[in-house]
């Protein structure tokens, strides 16, 4: 496996988790579900992206 292909895929995976772990703080704060849903498919996209690029090498 390529060392890009391994660092970005731990990156997005990373990144991903970052993003659900805002998005349930941001759960218990004023903002809309509608943004919190957009939020949490966001990070999901980012976490399984990281670990398809994973998997894929």
Known sequence: MEPYRFFLGKALQLAGLVTMTVVVFFFFTQMGMET????????????????????KG
């Open 36 to 55: 919190l849903l957009v939020w949490s498919l966001v990070g999901a996209a980012e976490f399984y992206g990281g670990t398809w690029l994973l998997d």
